[in-house]
């Protein structure tokens, strides 16, 4: 038996060394191989040779699946191929075992080296404890069929559809178009064999650019004519490609003799198709006049259309990541967008600046009024027409943008003096002085205007977000004086704020005088109506002011810390009351329950600690916990999301990115999050089903989340419109009033118990 011989010669490797001498090709030599690990009493082994980014099985033994593919960059192989060092773990003690077979206990994987390169890996698995001299007896088979591989001529090279398959998996991971670019003209070389490759990108217009090049032809395709990349394309935008036949005789097509003068003896060009037009060209190119043939012209092709598909994603993102910076309604910039570049005008104003800079924060006064008087469409329509003069009025070195509601925001870094700011403060009311015509009914409105003041010898460095809620806070001071005016940010605005913090005394109070109360949101399957889960909502019964929603006090607990109190009460009571449904009724047993998270409590280090404490208190399964994070509070700080979610992960629970699409997260970095859940966010919601380009992202949305395994829900559904239109674009998941309002546990008791269906 193997287990009691210690010197691995003796283990019949011998036999093995005859074998492979005699063995006439690859195949044969694999065989020989594994059998003989068999007959060594190594019940499961397999052989893998590198071919590209992957591991390629060649063969295995005492399976009845073939593992194939195992990535060169993870796992017990990829380690083993990459550091070029024998291992031989037990799985049960390793994070980088990767497998597809139940119990398996031990492992012995050992490089193969031809020429003391490693070229592969061979791999013993076992369900039992392997013998003691496993390790050097795969050694030794190891070395005994790399000297054979090297003899029969190496490794295969990689096939056709190896390579294309390699090339699309790294296109589709790619976010940015440049990167994007820059990679498919090495890929088209690769493929083609062939000295030089280009993109070209034809615009709008179809005027020919290069977008990308490579190789000596490929640098000297930036002189060519615009008129020649327009003539080339109308030969191969309705779908045809043209390559070179090898010979001068017979007529050119057009445009070839400008390719020629770059060094172009021989050429592919291929067009790339995305959402449906011509949107570039790939070109190959070589110095040699050969004819590539219609095998490389079809390859080329094939990975033309993987760069379309790839190209029509990024599209879609990046209309998406525009919507993330501007305001959909009045097309200005919105919140995200000013404080960007409110700081980076900071920043060249620290060191360069000579004039006042100052921000200026609007709000209009009586907007309310009109929205509930006239309804939202005529608000809406009144919002764009003060954008539209707003911006008619604009300096060239002034920002304007919608912060939201009916807030709007000015800045610039080039005021002559304090009293220059406070009569361009003073002009903005008057831009409002024309009444308006909404529907047939004049309409006056005013605006107060708030303006803070950087101060560049302060004792702390001003900031887009301090200077902003500086001119909130004179924006409010201009109001208390009697609307339609101007108030700048002054000390004793700023004690008048401090006091105002006292509020956060009430606050403290709520949970111990049991003020906090939690509502609850049914979140329904589209096409049947039912209710798959909840998501619980703090409400505030302040004893002043009434029922306050979160808008009204959760961004003073976020600032005050206060969120961690609140937090952890929210989770114990939506757990308890989740166990509470289990006990009442069958149909809640499969009920999910969303609840949120701030980015306050995400770095509270007993985070962790508290949500074990609550599921274990309430009994319920974690898996039917799922811990909401807005988008936008996850891409603050991408670096160490990854390893937060991870830990959360371990405890079991699910996790949704909530808001999805307001704070622009790369199809790569949400792949990297270990996430179950998006959900849409409600403005890609509300022009459902009209606004073609809001249909075009939830489309891109809901085929991102299928293509990565997520549940998908859509919030804010308020219209049997808008459901339908989900519904159509293959959302199945969603929530909003139209199904049911957020209501009490008693209420929301009722309705699971009812059985009722939500259409």
């Not at 000390?491 to 403290?508: I, Y």
Request: with cysteine; aromatic share 4%; hydrophobic share 45%.
């Amino acid at each position: 038996m193997l287990a009691s011989v210690a010197d691995p010669s003796s283990h019949g490797t011998t036999s093995l060394r005859a074998a492979l001498a005699g063995a006439p090709d690859l195949a044969t030599a694999v065989d020989f191989t594994l059998d003989h690990l068999l007959a060594l009493d190594l019940p499961m082994p397999s052989l893998y040779l590198a071919r590209g980014d992957r591991l390629r099985c060649l063969g295995q033994r005492g399976y009845w699946q073939v593992q194939d593919g195992l990535p060169i960059s993870a796992g017990v192989a990829g380690n083993t191929y990459r550091s070029g060092q024998s291992v031989r773990v037990r799985t049960a003690d390793t994070p980088d075992f990767i497998g597809a077979v139940p119990g398996i206990c031990e492992e012995v994987c050992v490089p193969i080296r031809m020429a003391k390169a490693v070229v592969g890996i061979l791999n013993v698995e076992s369900l039992t404890v392997l013998p003691a001299a496993a390790l050097p007896v795969v050694e030794e088979c190891a070395r005994l069929f790399g000297e054979r591989l090297a003899e029969l001529g190496g490794p295969p090279e990689e096939s056709a559809a190896d390579q294309l398959g390699r090339h699309a998996v790294r296109m589709a991971a790619m976010s940015q178009i440049e990167e994007l670019s820059s990679y498919v003209v090495n890929a088209a070389r690769d493929i083609t064999r062939m000295s030089s490759g280009a993109m070209i990108d034809l615009g709008a217009a179809g005027a020919g650019e290069v977008k990308a090049a490579v190789g000596a032809i490929g640098a000297r395709l930036h002189d060519v004519p615009a008129s020649d990349w327009s003539a080339i394309a109308s030969q191969v935008r309705h779908g045809t490609s043209c390559y070179t036949a090898g010979s001068d005789e017979g007529a050119a097509f057009v445009g070839y003799q400008a390719l020629r003068s770059a060094g172009a003896q021989a050429l592919i060009i291929v067009p790339v198709f995305a959402a449906g037009e011509c949107r570039s060209m790939l070109i190959c190119a070589d110095d040699e006049a050969t004819a590539p043939g219609t095998v490389l012209v079809g390859r080329l092709e094939l990975l033309a259309a993987q760069l379309g598909s790839c190209l029509q994603t990024l599209g879609a993102l990046e209309v998406l990541r525009g919507r993330t910076m501007q305001d959909p309604l009045t097309e200005l910039g919105n919140r995200t967008w000013f404080v960007k570049k409110v700081e980076e005008r900071l920043a060249a104003w620290s060191t360069e600046g000579k004039g006042q800079f100052a921000v200026l924060f609007c709000d209009l006064d009586g907007f309310k009024d009109v929205n509930d008087s006239l309804g939202h469409a005529a608000g809406d329509r009144l919002l764009v027409t003060v954008a539209n003069r707003m911006h008619e009025s604009l300096h060239t070195h002034e920002l304007l943008a919608r912060l939201g509601g009916d807030e709007f925001a000015l800045c610039s870094d080039q005021f002559a003096s304090v009293a220059d700011v406070v009569r361009r403060a003073a002009d903005l009311p008057t831009l409002l002085a024309p009444h308006l015509d909404l529907d047939g009914v004049e309409v006056g409105i005013t605006a107060s205007v708030g303006i803070a003041i950087a101060d560049s010898a302060g004792p702390v460095p001003p900031d887009a977000a301090t200077l902003l809620r500086e001119a909130d806070t004179a924006m409010y001071e201009a109001k208390r004086r009697g609307r339609s005016g101007v108030a700048l940010y002054t000390d004793k605005l700023r004690r008048e704020a401090a006091e105002r913090l006292s509020t956060v005394t009430c606050l403290r109070d709520a949970v111990a005088d049991n003020q906090l109360v939690l509502v609850y949101q049914p979140i329904v399957a589209l096409l049947s109506g039912e209710i798959i889960g909840v998501e619980a909502l703090l409400r505030w019964n302040h004893p002043e002011r009434g029922l306050l929603g979160p808008d009204d006090f959760l961004s003073i607990a976020e600032d005050t810390g206060l969120i961690l109190q609140l937090g952890s009460w929210a989770l114990q009571q939506a757990c308890l009351q989740l166990a509470s449904w289990d006990r009442s009724s069958d149909s809640a047993s499969l009920l999910d329950l969303g609840v949120n998270l701030s980015g306050r409590q995400l770095s509270d280090p007993l985070l962790t600690t508290m949500i074990e404490s609550a599921v274990a208190a309430s009994g319920v399964d974690p898996a039917r916990l799922i811990l909401e994070i807005s988008e936008s509070t996850l891409m603050q700080d991408v670096t160490s999301a990854p390893a937060l979610l991870d830990a959360l992960k371990h405890l079991g629970v699910g996790i949704a990115i909530d808001d999805f699409g307001t704070g622009f997260s790369s199809l790569a970095q949400l792949k990297r999050l270990p996430v179950s859940t998006v959900k849409i966010d409600r403005s890609f919601v509300e022009g459902l089903p009209h606004d073609p380009e809001l249909r075009a992202i939830v489309a891109a949305i809901t085929a991102m989340a299928k293509a990565l395994g997520l549940d998908l829900i859509a919030e804010g559904v308020e219209t049997v419109e808008q459901r339908d239109s989900l519904a159509e674009l293959g959302c199945i998941h969603a929530q909003g009033h139209l199904f049911a309002q957020p209501q009490p546990a008693e209420a929301m008791t009722q309705l699971i118990a009812s059985g009722h269906l939500l259409r």
